[in-house]
């Protein structure tokens, strides 16, 4: 199983970018999967989930900003980010888990299937 997250780059405060996931070997309408992120000097943490039911969660400093997504014909999950503050900056990293989302899906340790991480820049 292989994830390949795309999207990442810099850009200036109050803008937008869209983060992919493309999945191989592993299909991500069998089970868990999200968005975490790690700031240098941070612990690594859950910014969205979306299960396979489609239903999603998110950190509470990202609601309203930011949207996961699922597209099951390519197999690809996204994250848009809109109105992107500096604090926000941080590798962002795609995981995936087998079976339901449940109470502990915003937390990195249960996902057994991690990409390799994708940069996101803000600048004030």
């Known amino acids: 199983e292989q994830l390949v997250e795309s999207g990442g780059g810099s850009v200036q405060a109050g803008g937008s970018l869209r983060l992919s996931c493309a999945a191989y070997g592993y299909t991500f309408s069998t089970g868990c999967s999200g968005w975490f992120r790690q700031a240098p000097g941070n612990e690594r943490e859950g910014v969205a989930i979306?299960?396979?039911?489609?239903?999603?969660s998110y950190a509470d400093s990202v609601k309203g900003r930011f949207t996961i997504s699922q597209d099951n014909a390519k197999n690809i999950i996204y994250l848009q980010m809109n109105t992107l503050k500096p604090e926000v900056t941080a590798m962002y990293y795609c995981?995936?888990?087998?079976?339901?989302?449940?109470?502990?899906?915003?937390?990195?340790?249960?996902?057994?299937?991690w990409g390799q991480g994708t940069q996101v820049t803000v600048s004030s």
């Open positions: 979306i299960g396979f039911d489609g239903r999603t």
């Open positions: 995981a995936a888990e087998r079976g339901r989302c449940g109470w502990w899906s915003l937390q990195p340790g249960p996902y057994n299937y």
